[in-house]
């Protein structure tokens, strides 16, 4: 039983790389664009939630309704003056780019607020810690259930804008062929706007559930954005059910590994990671020679 | 006053000069065949056209507009769509929703989901099929058709029969022809000089990105495009 709890709170963290990790996700699938600031912006915008819960008490899930919008234009900021210019400089500009991005953001956040670990925790009040107890092993979180119902709620709902309506639709021509939507009348740059302003409004919300479940720092970017990373390759760039696949096997693995020994967390993790790297490098020219090798057996 | 006016119209490739100083003039309701050898520049006239090349020098006049500096997708609004060579369908969207992503984006009209259809019959069984799942010809009429979705009133056809089986071309030109006759202001680039000939009102020639031949279909023979297409002027 303790063994089958440790599963379902991997699950439970698996939803929340699955937060972290669907906009870099989509950005990829429609840009190919890796944004490696995407871990920093997680946190301005946790770190937003924190200035209005403790400045002004307003509770995180009422202080979205403020920080969406504003990271949503800061998106549109981030294209039309980085994302737009570097992707003209090929492929690697962008990651340089959105890499140094992510320095200036960390450093601003740490100029302005200090190396001190905050939470939004203390805002929800017992919600931070209250649980349901099913057995005596078994026991769910109520902030744990909320965040998996969040990804499920976030990963459908873009899944569904994006097959249901006419911008959804014009993001997935441009994302497949950017240089012929122009010819039915859809401006590329602007498509690429609403896509990055979505995907840095989904950081926002990654932002609450980061501050809620856990505590940040200015510096805490890099680790979101190599769980994030982590969980898109697991469960294959660009897909979207994908990523909370492999978000959900990643946060098993972290678990099952933090099981086994008290320093697993990280290594069983990234471990996991290189396996599944390395899998997709070798396994496919390795069937490949196998069916060559059995085709040449029946022909002799 | 002619709908379309090209007007001294250049265009590069870097330091290839694709098209060099064409004038052109096309009034509502015409067919112009625009007939040359590879390389002749009919591809990047007609993007140049539509707004996906831009012009190096020269002027592009659409009902009495000036449009040479407009981005492609401000012209579709305008009423021109290019149906681009090699079909450049979304190949990884349905045949509905290729159709559906151009609806609402040129003008209102004649031609809605509905209509698309009646004029393409053989795409109604494949509705809810994967573009890059249909056969050549299929491909085709969803590229016309999510052309006309716009509801243009310059339609730019870039090698519809490009790579298709004869009998799928000929289905085409059946719905083509029905587009011609309901007055339809067409420039089609053909390789089957017969064809386009047939179906044309006015022939244009290019040859290395000049025109070497201009004149009505009535009165053109192959002869006399033969020539122009292979640069042999008053030789006979």
Redo the contacts between chains.
């Keep these: 039983m303790i063994f089958l709890n440790q599963i379902l709170q991997g699950i439970f963290l698996g939803a929340y790389y699955a937060l972290i990790a669907c906009s870099l996700s989509f950005l990829f699938g429609v840009m190919r664009i890796i944004n490696l600031a995407h871990g920093s912006f997680i946190v301005v915008a946790a770190f937003l939630l924190f200035v209005l819960a403790d400045r002004f008490g307003l509770p995180p899930w009422l202080g979205l309704i403020l920080v969406v919008p504003v990271m949503a234009a800061l998106g549109w900021v981030l294209q039309v003056l980085v994302l737009e210019r570097s992707l003209k400089g090929g492929l690697l500009v962008p990651l340089l780019s959105t890499f140094g991005l992510a320095i200036v953001i960390d450093n601003l956040l740490f100029e302005g607020f200090g190396a001190d670990t905050r939470s939004l925790a203390p805002a929800i009040g017992d919600l931070a810690f209250a649980s349901w107890t099913l057995s005596d092993d078994v026991t769910i979180g109520q902030l744990d259930a909320i965040i998996l119902l969040a990804a499920i709620v976030v990963l459908g709902g873009l899944q569904l804008f994006l097959a249901q309506t006419?911008l959804g639709?014009?993001i997935?021509?441009t994302a497949?062929?950017p240089?012929?939507?122009?010819?039915?009348?859809?401006?590329?740059r602007a498509v690429y706007g609403f896509a990055t302003a979505i995907a840095i409004a989904l950081a926002a919300i990654a932002g609450a559930f980061l501050g809620l479940r856990a505590t940040f720092n200015p510096y805490s970017g890099g680790m979101q954005l190599l769980f994030a990373f982590e969980a898109v390759v697991i469960g294959g760039f660009g897909s979207l059910w994908g990523t909370l696949i492999g978000g959900i096997v990643l946060g098993v693995a972290q678990t099952l590994g933090a099981f086994i020994n008290p320093h697993g967390f990280l290594i069983a993790g990234h471990g996991f990671f290189l396996a599944v790297l390395i899998a997709r490098l070798y396994l496919p020219p390795l069937a490949e020679r196998l069916r060559r090798r059995g085709r040449k057996a029946v022909a002799a | 006053m002619p709908l379309l006016t090209v007007e001294g119209l250049e265009a590069r490739h870097g330091l290839l000069r694709a098209v060099r100083g064409v004038d052109l003039a096309l009034d509502e309701g015409e067919t112009l065949a625009l007939v040359g050898a590879n390389g002749a520049g009919k591809t990047t006239l007609l993007r140049t056209i539509a707004g996906a090349h831009r012009a190096s020098a020269g002027r592009i006049g659409f009902d009495s507009a000036d449009i040479t500096a407009l981005p492609a997708h401000r012209r579709v609004p305008l009423g021109i769509a290019l149906v681009p060579e090699g079909r450049q369908l979304f190949t990884g969207m349905t045949v509905e929703e290729n159709l559906l992503v151009a609806a609402g984006r040129g003008r209102p009209g004649r031609w809605t989901m509905a209509t698309v259809l009646d004029a393409f019959p053989q795409l109604r069984p494949k509705f809810k099929a994967r573009a890059g799942d249909l056969s050549g010809g299929q491909q085709q009429a969803t590229a016309i058709a999510r052309a006309l979705m716009t509801n243009p009133r310059l339609l730019l056809l870039d090698e519809v029969s490009l790579g298709l089986s004869p009998v799928a071309v000929d289905q085409l030109y059946v719905s083509l022809q029905t587009l011609l006759g309901g007055g339809a202001t067409v420039v089609l680039v053909e390789q089957d000089l017969g064809r386009a000939l047939r179906v044309a009102s006015r022939v244009v020639c290019l040859l290395e990105g000049r025109v070497t031949y201009a004149g009505a279909a009535r009165e053109t023979t192959r002869e006399r495009v033969m020539e122009a297409y292979f640069g042999m002027t008053g030789g006979r």
């Design positions: 006419r639709r014009a997935r021509a497949e062929a240089d012929i939507v122009g010819l039915i009348g859809i401006d590329a």
